[in-house]
């Protein structure tokens, strides 16, 4: 069996294309997009060179299995999966932001906290913790949405509002979401 790791669709009304690491987007008119999970590889921001055949076909059924079953927490863009690789959806502004929410002091987390520091994207973390050890209440640690090819970087709910990357109202909205999608993942 062959990966898909290249596509060059040409829709009615296609009005842009985005190729990303694993997805391939097209833009269909002003308000709808068409999402192929590519069978491409990326590992620590690299694209390999092979693909894993039908592995697209799962990316994408997990995706949308979520999107479904958190629709009623938080609306999103999907529409239809008109194919196993392929998800057609609204097309909307993201946010340069990615909200994560961690409930124990682990990974990349672990590693500033051993180098000393105290505060993790704003957030206060007490002396004394071990790694893997649960917080008192799960934190948000945002990071900013880099660039293809960059690595994102930790930063505060303040950064983000004074600096302008998120209004305020947004900002809440998004805290808001994140914390009950989280509480949804523990049932």
């Known amino acids: 069996m062959k990966a898909l790791t290249q596509t060059n669709f040409k829709f009615k009304n296609q ?6 690491k694993v997805r ?13 999970v ?38 999103n863009w999907k529409i239809a999966n008109p194919d196993p690789m392929v998800t057609l959806g609204l097309n909307c502004k993201s946010f340069p932001i990615e909200m994560i929410v961690r409930a124990y002091l682990t990974g990349s987390s672990w590693r500033d906290y051993k180098n000393g520091a105290r505060e993790i994207c704003g957030v206060k973390i007490p002396d004394g913790m071990r790694e893997h050890q649960a917080f008192e209440k799960p934190i948000l640690t945002p990071t900013t949405k880099a660039e293809q090819g960059a690595h994102d970087e930790n930063i505060s709910r303040e950064k983000i509002i004074s600096s302008g990357l998120v209004s305020e109202s947004d900002y809440l909205q998004l805290e808001d979401y994140s914390l009950k999608l989280f509480k949804e993942d523990k049932k």
Do not use: C, H
Not at 15 to 20: H, I, N, Q, S, W
């Open 15 to 20: 009005t842009d294309f985005y190729k990303g």
């Open 24 to 36: 391939d987007v097209y833009f269909i008119g002003e308000d709808t997009l068409v999402m192929l």
């Open 38 to 75: 590519s069978d491409r590889i990326s590992a620590f921001d690299v694209v390999l060179p092979k693909g894993i055949p039908f592995k697209g076909q799962v990316l994408n059924q997990i995706a949308s299995k979520f999107l479904d079953a958190t629709a009623d927490i938080v609306p």
